[in-house]
């Protein structure tokens, strides 16, 4: 353990989230599926339902979606004024060629700009939004786009598989005479501790049972939170709202618990119950959730967390902007809504599950 | 799949990159560089709003090669509000809950994969317009 | 420009021909009709074919079949235009003898289809509509006709089960083609309970692809009467064209490349449309036989369906189309349709078209359709009375 005092991530600029966007596909795959086939319903279940991609839907379209809807909430940004496209995740379509640059050219964002994927497993999407916080924030360019999403496999029959779901969340980092909420500061917490991984080549992660929650999941999301509110001087009652990463619902609920979060700041950044754990997306799901219903001058506290393992935390505080550009975009409740339910048989197929040569 | 030639299509089939006539200022789409209405070359770019509604719509039970593993898909035609015509699958959407004139709004999503290991062509598709953000 | 006639036919039955090839079915195709001119030798060669290339890896079908067939060292091409194809290979032997650069020219039609697995087919059929508009997003011809047949029964008010006529009726006339595929007559409740391939076209309205070859001879007509069979010259010969893409047309349910060329043929010969005793038209699909008869002139836009239905289409009817079972009762062999269109409008003409027999038939015309439209070749062919 390293007990030196906790120092903030953030830029001498001012920046904000200038623009946010969701996006959850429609099918939705009931975790007494999995149990059914699985445990001939004596499992139990961890999660009500988790949201499963289409045929046609893959981290790429995800994040294009949501960067729409971002850059629909932003007041009048030009894309090619966007000078990075960073895009989380740990399901990039290519193992070789970027999903950034995809996404750049699908809003325009080309040439122009920096773009590049990131991957730290559950939070490729928050780092990627530190990142552009402080890229913003060093004045390197005007706006950065910062995007969390994956479309993630748990192996057929694992724990992971009742909770593997899909979505993405979008964020246009600019300056703070936009925003729609100010950066306040940020912490991070990182250590090498294997509680979850895929080896390349491998279609499916592993992970090590109990050993992510403890020393992984609990520590991790404990002490950035700790860290970020000591050294800003915050408490928990300073926020209206708290989000973590959610691979389930047990973990979020304990951790917020642990730190002295009531449910009523939690309850509307914790989407797993009904859309899984969307891994690089989930906790930014949860920060759209929040800031489709955050009154301005309310604080926001983000917690992620990646295996293998660290957690970014992230504070907050919502703008007078927010309310006259947050309807300029479906919410990230219109897409929890829009649901097709499936069956294991149709899941097998949507996720290719099925060996067709 | 060509690589170059899914590359060369990226800007139309990403976001809807289309033409507008110089002389009578008809909305092109797909880019054509020659204007259907007055022959005037018309190579000035012009990005379609991707809002339209369904002209007409069938379900595809026998793909052709490459598309085998998407079955049924749905497919249409759908008028842009700029005017052009477009050929499109439909997604988000079971086949029965479609009908001519259903307002539509354009989505990018995969086209197809060349099998396991070439590239991906992602392009446009339409969805049925299922949120009504007050812009 | 010289008179054309056609002085020999020949086709092979439409079929999957498992243990013939491209060359072989092309060559009994026109050996019989050299045989049935009664010529040994030919000046030139013509081929009509769609798909060889995507389906069997062989291109230069000219010289291929020309060295095939014994005629190694004739000018021999290729022409393609899609469905329109063998219509092409015929236009050119017409272009190629009216102008006095073949005094004998040799058209064959020959595709096979049933060397490629059917999804392969599919995707090689989409070949001929617009590639990276139409294909590339999963369209497949069924598709493509099925949104306009949509269209057509939403704008004009029709039920999916007046569109039976057209195949009824291919399949009636097909039970008296030796050459047709299909010799199993057809039922309005088989036709409604038909399964649907792309809603609303269902497998009835959909002529089924199969392997096949048809040859026709042309020489200048002033010399026609020294051959033995009745003469039929050529009276008109046209090519429409639209765009490729259904979405680029002016309005989808206009088959407007097909009444540029049916235009064009009235007016080469002078005749109104209602001087046409029967119509060898294109029906792929059953909208696409719809739609032809009103493009080409028989009838108001949105009238082509009634005609079907009130019966003018039949053997008996104002106007019969696809005599000897059309492309739904013979079957559709890509490129070479166009000429069988041909070898059938010059059975009618010659009076040997058996039970089949349209009474007096003076005036033939044949019309090919390239993809979903953006080829129309139209023949007119007129009986020469010796």
Redesign the interface.
Known sequence: MNDEQPRLLKPDRDVGVVGYGAYVPRFRLPASEVDRIWTDGQGGTPITEKAVPGLDEDVVTISIEAARNALARAAAVDPADIRAVWVGSESHPYAVKPTSTVVAEAIGAIPHTQAADWQFACKAGSEAFQAAVGFVGSGMGGYALAIGADTAQGRPGDALEYTAGAGGAAYLLGPAGQALAIFEGSYSFVTDTPDFWRRAYQHYPSHGGRFTGQPAYFRHSSAAAQGLMQAMGTTPEDYAYAVFHQPNLKFPSSVARRLGFTNQQCAPGLLVGEIGNTYAGSSLLGLTAVLDQARPGERILLVSFGSGAGSDAISLRVTEAIEARRDRAPATRDYIARRSEIDYATYARYRRKLVMQ | MSVP?TWR???QR??LMGEVCDRCKTKIF?P?DVC?ECEAPAKTQF?LSGRGEV????????????????TP?T???VRLEEG??????L??V??EEVE?GMPVEM??????ADGAEGI????Y?FRPV??S??? | MRDVAIIGIGQTQVDEHWELGLCQLALQALQAAMADAGVEWVDALYVGNMLSGELTGQEHLGALIADFAGLRGIEALRLEAAGASGAAALRMGYLAVGGGWADIALVVGVEKMTDAAPPDAEAALMAGADADHEAAHGLSFAALNALLMRRYMHQFGYQAQDFGGFPINAHANAMNNPCAMFHIPLKLESYARARMIAPPVNLMDSAAIGDGAAAAVLVPTEWAQRFSQPVVRIAASAVGTDSVALHDRRDPLLLEGVALSARRAYEQVGIAPDEIDFFELYDSFSITAAMSLEAAGFCQLGMGARMALDGEITLQGRLPISTMGGLKGRGNPGGATGVYQIVEAVQQLRGQAGPNQVPDARWGMTQSIGGSGGTAITHILERVNS
């Open positions: 030639n299509l990226q800007q990403y976001r797909p054509r259907p990005a002209y007409s719509y069938s379900t595809v039970y026998n793909a052709p090669a490459g598309f085998e593993d998407a898909y497919v249409a035609l052009p015509l477009v050929t499109a699958q997604t988000d079971s086949a001519i989505v990018t999503r995969r086209l197809r991906i062509s992602y392009g598709k299922q949120f953000p007050a812009i």
